[in-house]
């Protein structure tokens, strides 16, 4: 890998991009998903998806495989759906059970991961099925998300979240209902695509549409601790201009809002609809984008949602096709790494410093 430190440089004026190769390296990637997936808060789901005592459903974080299920005692739980005799699979898929038995010789836990029964299996010495149940893993919920983390000892999700929950309250994202959700597999490493989404430098070149919708002038990027928050005026329509526009009106309070959560989930908040984003990496050069978008009940279904749903796919359709660009270009034997616009790519170095922090 190459020296981290050679490159760090605090201040946005004087610092160089992280290095290329780290963007297509695969041991970079073996590093990454120890030091940064292991230990950082990820979303694996939305309340919706286990409701009810019995609920379950299964999540692949980055080759660990998880299950999330809600016990008869209401409390909803994780744990590494990994069978604790030979390593099987004790629930697959989704859906609603009363135990969990192990498709491989039987061994059947309760949903709160305790080991229930053992077919065959006396005589066996030194053996307490209390020190077999499944593995936990820590869970926590927010705005009717489902967050686990690999980490026992880290911290509680409220402390990485910091100012976050108080500057998205206007948007009411909790309130909203799921509507959709469409997968981007995506021929580009996840920091290819994180970095893209951390600068509005690109909205003029890329995303012609978008850019007729906001004031790109007043474009602003704050960055924080764990995230980096960037936000617009949403632009109304202007006097002598007839062009179709997705919001007629604007205002100080009309903004768009895009939140990135260190190191790999997002929140895209429009005054009518908010989408959430995962970017799970697959390979070093492939990782799966994971869009959902939440409106209040009363537009699910509408015309008016619809078109939202259009508006961001072909933003995401644009996004895809410069990040797969980029990313081939990356191996060019001319590039080494790059420098940052002071004005425009605070996010950009700020996720770089994060990054740092957490690698070097
Ligand atoms: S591996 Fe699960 S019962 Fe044997
Ligand atoms: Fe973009």
Not at 23 to 28: D, N, R
Not at 196 to 205: A, I, W
Not at 269 to 275: A, G, K
Not at 331 to 352: L, N
Request: a negative charge.
């Amino acid at each position: 890998m190459p020296n981290l430190q050679l490159h760090d440089d605090r201040d946005i004026a004087r610092a160089s991009t992280l290095p290329a190769q780290l963007y297509f390296s695969p041991s970079t990637f073996d590093d990454e998903k120890s030091r940064i997936f292991a230990s950082t808060w990820q979303v694996v789901g939305h309340v919706h998806q286990a409701a009810n005592p019995g609920d379950y459903f299964t999540f692949d974080l980055i080759g660990e495989p998880l299950l999330i299920a809600r016990g008869d005692d209401g409390i909803l739980r994780a744990f590494y759906n990994v069978c604790r005799h030979r390593a099987g699979n004790p629930a697959t898929g989704c859906g609603n059970r009363k135990l969990f038995r192990c498709g491989y010789h039987g061994w059947t836990y309760r949903l709160d991961g305790a080991l229930l029964v053992t077919p065959e299996f006396e005589g066996v010495e030194n053996f307490d099925p209390r020190d077999f149940g499944l593995a936990p893993v820590r869970l926590e919920e927010w705005f009717n998300l489902i967050f686990v983390n690999l980490d026992p000892a880290a911290r509680p999700l409220r402390d990485c979240l910091g100012e976050l929950p108080a500057q998205a309250a206007k948007f009411d994202f909790a309130a909203m209902k799921f509507s959709e959700r469409r997968t981007y597999d995506m021929n580009c490493n996840w920091k290819t695509y994180i970095d893209n989404y951390l600068e509005g430098y690109h909205v003029p070149s890329v995303h012609p549409a978008l850019n007729r919708e906001i004031n790109y002038s007043a474009y602003t990027v704050e960055p924080y601790p764990h995230y980096v928050r960037q936000w617009t005026p949403i632009r109304g329509a202007q006097p002598g201009d007839t062009s179709p526009r997705r919001y007629q009106q604007s205002g100080d309070e009309r903004t768009a809002d895009y939140f990135w959560i260190f190191p790999n989930w997002m929140l895209n908040c429009y005054p009518d609809n908010v989408s959430l984003n995962i970017i799970l990496p697959l390979a070093p050069e492939r990782t799966l984008a994971i869009f959902e978008w939440y409106l209040p009940a009363k537009d699910l279904g509408s015309e008016a949602a619809q078109k939202a749903l259009a508006f961001s796919d072909e933003i995401q359709v644009e996004d895809v096709g410069i990040c797969e660009i980029v990313q081939k270009n990356l191996h060019s034997r001319s590039y080494h790494s790059g420098r940052f616009s002071v004005q425009q790519e605070k996010g950009v170095h700020a996720f770089h410093q994060m990054y740092r922090d957490l690698m070097a």
